[in-house]
């Protein structure tokens, strides 16, 4: 009986915080639910190996789009450091997941890239990786969710700022083109990218 009274002091406290913080843009209703599906998302990639191909696959081709979207509703800001935020994930991290990845999708791993600048001075077809442009999508959400944990404000800030700048210039780009990918490796699964070249 108790349990309820405190429940709605909890509920008032919450949006007490939550008004308070409404002008910061790390805690904007977008930037909470860019947050909430990166920790889905790698939480996710860690776990891949524990999946089998079809589950990892279908479970990316939702789970993409979603981060993709809510990336682009991401707030404007300013950085406030003129250094860039600490970075978390390690190269053996990152080589983990991106091994985990490629077992996973075995010769469907690699794809026709044709969005590469590559393309045009190469007379042979440019390929990519799954498991590579994955674990950079992964590389990049981590760090920026591993500051945002940490509850410094100024911190996640910057953080946020250079994850919606590295999404623009780099990973966005390789969240639609492994997309691509992931979507032939569900619907036509006996294409692979040997019979492509």
Known sequence: MSNLKIIPIFAALNAFISMSKKSSVVYDKNTVEFVAVGVQYCSFIEQAGHFDKNDFTDKMIK?????????????EGEPIFDEQPETFVTEYDYEFVRINIAEKMGKDDVYLEVFSPEMAFSDTPVTANISEDLSDIYQDIKNFISVYELGFENTMNDALILCKENFKDYWGQKAVNVLRALHAVKYSPEIGIEDEL
Request: hydrophobic content about 55%; aromatic content about 8%.
């Open 63 to 75: 789970i993409l789009p979603l981060l993709y979207l809510k990336s682009t509703m991401l707030p």
